[in-house]
Every structure is written in C-alpha cells, then in structure tokens.
C-alpha cells in the first residue's frame, strides 16, 4: 500500500490513514455504532472495503481516521486468535460457535451438567499478556447453552 504524507505507522504494523483517503482499503476491524435507546453494533465489519459513500456516514459516526492493518507473517488478527484460543480453553463439555467480534468470543455448555474449571490454567492464561478469559466459578450447576466464560484477545 502507497502511503500518503498524512498516513503514520504504528507498532504491530498499523497504519492511520484519514477517512476520505481509505477509499479503495478494507477495514481490518469492526466500526461500531451506537444510537442510545436505538441501536448499538457494528455498522461496518472487519473486511469491508471503504467505498465513496461510505465516508461521509464514517464521519457522521465520528470516525476522522481509520487504523489498516497490515500483518506480519508472524502476526494474526484479533478476531482470528481468539478463534483459537477458545478452542483451546474449551475442555470437554465446552463448545464455542459464532463469529469473533472485537476480539471476542463466548464459550458455551455444551449439555447440561457440573461446570468443571482448571483454576490454576485459568489463572495462568490470565497471566499472559493481551489475553483474558473470564469465566463463571468451578462446580457450579449449568445449563445446555449456558455462557459459562467469555474470552478475548486484546490488540496492541
């Protein structure tokens, strides 16, 4: 990708390029919207190619530059390694399904059942860096379809 005099670099391969000159470049995130008592998610998703039309409604939702990422053989997207991090964390009984968004997935029950937790790997995972995983306590009653932990890969 050319960049342009007002385009910067950032760590992890970023780039900040400013609305009205994305026209042509694919989002490498989520935008979201948010209209209160009305609406809140995302407006465009991770991948959309920024067209024409779309930066007038891009500034309308306060957005004055947009972040392109571009990644290294060495580096994944958000929404990628949280895909596999759920399916890391999610033992037996466990079940992932849905697209990451943000960076985030929940895990589900996969039947109803005693929810069993390796607190000490939990603890050890939260441990690492730009990870997290949160999840409901160890022995405790659940339901098939249950949330029963939310994970997320924090971006750099």
Known sequence: MCQSHSARQWNGGMTKIKVEEAVGTRLAHDITEIRPGEFKGPS????????????????????RHLYILDLQDDQVHEDDAVAEMAAALAGPGVTFSGQPREGKLQLTAAYTGLLKINTRALVEFNLMPDVMCAALHDNVPVSRGQIVAGTRAIPW
């Open 44 to 63: 465009y998703r991770k991948g959309h190619k920024v067209r024409e039309q779309d930066v007038c409604r891009l500034m309308r939702l306060g957005k």
